[in-house]
């Protein structure tokens, strides 16, 4: 646990240099990395960041939607998700960006269709960067389709949209 692991880090970079590294995307992404170097800020230790993969970025340049303004709001929520949905139309000129469970990717583009309509154009990007890679893309009730017909859905899951495209 971060509340434990941090302090240990701390009293560790006292003494030594430590890398943050991760072998599932960028550190720090959607993930408890930024508590280490929000420690790491507030004792005076110096952080340096390398830019490493990043899902966000590399399913926002494959996705094929505009990628002058977007918004990545992290893994989308289990519980509020149509409101949560309705939160973001004030995002309506910029590309959204989430992580999702495979297991509830059907159940968030059947919200984002409630929400948004059945032609918003949606890309499902799975398995970045792994041997299993692949690019959804089209209305999001083709998408849906694509997807139900599979059964088991597995991997890593970044869902893209835009409200108003270009």
């Given at each position: ?12 970079l006292e003494k030594e240099d430590v890398a943050l ?139 893209l949209w835009r409200m108003?495209?270009?």
């Open positions: 646990k971060e509340s434990v692991q941090v302090p240990k880090i701390i009293k560790l590294v991760t072998d599932a995307g960028m550190p720090s992404i959607s993930d408890p990395g930024y508590k280490l170097i929000r420690a790491c800020i507030e004792k005076g230790i110096p952080v340096e960041v390398i830019p490493g993969p990043s899902a966000v970025i590399t399913a926002l340049v494959g996705s094929g939607l505009p990628t002058d303004r977007f918004t990545f709001v992290g893994f989308l929520p289990k519980k509020g998700l149509n409101n949560f949905l309705e939160e973001l139309k004030a995002y309506k000129d910029s590309t959204i960006i989430a992580f999702e469970s495979p297991n509830r990717v059907l159940k968030s583009l059947e919200a984002i269709k409630e929400v948004y309509g059945d032609n918003t154009t949606v890309c499902i990007a799975r398995e970045l960067t792994k041997l299993h890679e692949e690019y959804i893309r089209g209305r999001v009730v083709e998408v849906l389709e694509e997807l139900s017909k599979r059964g088991e859905i597995k991997g890593e899951i970044v869902i108003v495209e270009d």
